[in-house]
Structure formats: structure tokens, C-alpha cells
């Protein structure tokens, strides 16, 4: 065989092997196709089209699936509800051990988000569409338009208010303004009680933070304010974790034989201060309004006044955020003058 008959037969036994792929296919395809079509679920009703033409479909056990636009099934009707969304993914409904549950599918029916909750609804802003979804427990989860989480944890709590998204817990509220591309933090407030049920609330808004400032920070400070109130008006330590030093002094801790009640706190203001390390450095103010007793010469007396407070916290993350600082700027009580006292008990007297 001479040398262009060899390249013949070669080229003949190449277009053989490719037709016969090519019929092995054409039969595979077409038996797959017939034991398709058999199995196809029937369609009831058109529910809803998406822009790629894919739709919605009402089987005729009252389940919902998905057909694609050559009313191929891509999503057997197996749902309580399907719902399309911006994305190629799907808002559907179960229902697992007879309660109806919300998750989310793509177009191969696949789970993306887990069918935990109660409810998850669109909530259309300005700038972008966010997704609240609810659990059980009344918590809301907020997910982007592509289904991708907003925050690691749910909140109790979760509003629009035109621009801005507001989230928190029972005593925490945070504040975001929505953009196309992100969340930007505007603020953060935490209310609480401390000692006898006494209000107090902390706030860091935008005009003073940094943007590295995580606004769990907040929570660190007040765990660590609440400590330093009862360091300063107790003295005691042990309770708190805090340890008595030059940097963090209780109230008056030159004083003795006083008795210290908080009535009242007032002007707490907090700022970014600048630091010379990698740290996070926030500064806290308040005016703490506190009845003081006191023994003198024997007789056991009382007075009010207001004493102002700075704390310092650093930390490079919410997890070792912690107060570093913390003192009054009084180190003794305001003590009415001995001659004063006297005088006006003098006037007591001529009145008697």
C-alpha cells in the first residue's frame, strides 16, 4: 500500500468514527428525549414569566414548577410556590414537617438558601432591591438582589425608611444607607439600663467614626461602661473584671467612709481620637448625677451634684475592643464650707 492510499484510509476511518459518534448521539438524544417527554408533568396554568422566558408553571397536583422557554422542565412541580426574582434565583415555598417554609432555588432546583423561614419579601430601595426574610422567631435576615447574606446574624428588628436601611435588636438600632453597590453605616445607637433600671444610651454616627469602625464596637463599650459604673460607685472589682490602676480609678478613691448612688447619667458624647498604633481609640464623656452621704463631725449628711467622667476603649476588633482608661475629673465631693453651714443654721434659729 503506497502512501496515498494509506492517507485515504485514514481519512475514511476518521469520517467513520466521527459519524458513528455522531448516530450514537442522534439516539441517545432522541431516547432521552421520548422518555422525557413521557415523563413530562402536565402544565395546568402559566403562573409567571421571567425575561429569559422561562416560566412558572401549575401542575395538576396544585404543586409549581419551571419550564423553560422551549417548555422543557427545568424545576419539577414539587413547591407550594415559586417566585422569580432579578436574579437566577428563585424564591420558593415547602412545606417541611407541615409547616410552610421560604428558601431559595436556582433554575435546577437546587437549594442556594435554606428553607428556614416564614416569609421573604422584596424591599425596594432607591438606589437597589434587598430581600427581607423572616424566621420563625421574628428575626429578619437581609440579603442583597444576588441572594448573598448583608450581615452574619439576623436582627430582631428590620425597616426601610426611603434611603436607609435600619436594623438592630430590642435595645440596639443601626442605621445604613443604601447605594447600588453597598451598605454604608450613618450610625449606631444602643440603649440600656444599668444598676437600679437606669436609662442610658450611646450613640457613634458617621460625622465621627472611621471606617474600619465595626459597629458591633458598640457593644463592647457599653458591656465595658456598665463594668466601669459599678468599679466606680462600688469599688469592687471582683464583679466586673476590671482592674483598679492608674489608668482606671472608681469615683472619689481617695475618700473614705462615702456611700455613692447614681441617679442619673447625662451628655454621653464619643469620638475617634488619633492613636500612634494600629488600634481603634474611642473616647467617651458623660455627666453622672449622684447623691453623696457623708459623716461630718459625727452628724451624717447629704449632697447632689453632677461629676463628669472620661473612658477610653482601643482594640483592633470588636472581639478585644475594651476600656483602657477611666476616671472622674472630681477626685473628692463638692463640700458645702463649715462657716456656711453654721451661718445658716444661726438664721434657723433667730426664725425659731
Known amino acids: 500500500m503506497n502512501k496515498r492510499m494509506r492517507l485515504v484510509v485514514s481519512v475514511l476511518f476518521i469520517v467513520i468514527i466521527v459519524l458513528a459518534a455522531a448516530i450514537t448521539r442522534f439516539f441517545s438524544n432522541s431516547e432521552k428525549n421520548s422518555a422525557s417527554s413521557s ?89 437597589r432591591l434587598l430581600y427581607f426574610a423572616k424566621t420563625a422567631d421574628d428575626s429578619f435576615a437581609v440579603y442583597n438582589q444576588d441572594f448573598n447574606p448583608c450581615f452574619r446574624e439576623p436582627w430582631k428588628k428590620c425597616k426601610s425608611d426611603g434611603s436607609l436601611l435600619i436594623v438592630g435588636s430590642d435595645n ?92 442619673s447619667i447625662s451628655n454621653i458624647n464619643t469620638k475617634i481620637i488619633p492613636s500612634n498604633d494600629d488600634r481603634l481609640h474611642v473616647v467617651m464623656s458623660f455627666s453622672a448625677g449622684t ?26 476588633s470588636s472581639l478585644d475592643f475594651h476600656l483602657i482608661s477611666g476616671s472622674f475629673i472630681n477626685d473628692k465631693p463638692d463640700y458645702p464650707e463649715p462657716e456656711e453651714e453654721n451661718k445658716d443654721e444661726d438664721e434657723q434659729e433667730d426664725e425659731a
Open 291 to 316: 447623691d453623696v452621704k457623708y459623716t461630718e463631725d459625727g452628724t451624717s449628711k447629704q449632697l447632689h451634684d453632677d461629676y463628669e467622667a472620661k473612658l477610653v476603649f482601643a482594640g483592633t
Open 172 to 263: 440596639e438600632t443601626y442605621t445604613y444607607s443604601v447605594t447600588e453597590k453597598s451598605l454604608i453605616f450613618i450610625k449606631a445607637s444602643l440603649n440600656d439600663v444599668i444598676m437600679s433600671n437606669l436609662p442610658y444610651q450611646i450613640e457613634i454616627n458617621k460625622r465621627n467614626m472611621l471606617l474600619k469602625l465595626d459597629p458591633q464596637i458598640l457593644e463592647a463599650i457599653s458591656r465595658d461602661f456598665r463594668k466601669y459604673l459599678e468599679f466606680a460607685y462600688n469599688k469592687d472589682s471582683s464583679s466586673t473584671g476590671l482592674v483598679q490602676s492608674m489608668q482606671i480609678k472608681p469615683l472619689f478613691p481617695n475618700e473614705e467612709g462615702l456611700s455613692l448612688t447614681l441617679k
Open 39 to 127: 415523563e413530562q408533568p402536565a402544565v395546568e396554568r402559566i403562573i409567571d414569566t421571567d425575561h429569559n422566558g422561562n416560566r412558572v408553571f401549575k401542575g395538576g397536583d396544585g404543586l409549581f414548577g419551571i419550564i423553560d422557554s422551549s417548555n422543557r422542565v427545568i424545576v419539577n412541580p414539587e413547591w407550594q410556590d415559586i417566585r422569580f426574582t432579578q436574579s437566577n434565583i428563585c424564591i420558593a415555598a415547602k412545606r417541611i414537617n407541615g409547616k410552610l417554609q421560604y428558601g431559595c432555588i436556582d433554575y435546577e432546583g437546587n437549594v442556594t438558601v435554606p428553607f428556614v423561614f416564614s416569609s421573604i419579601e422584596p424591599e425596594r430601595f432607591p438606589a
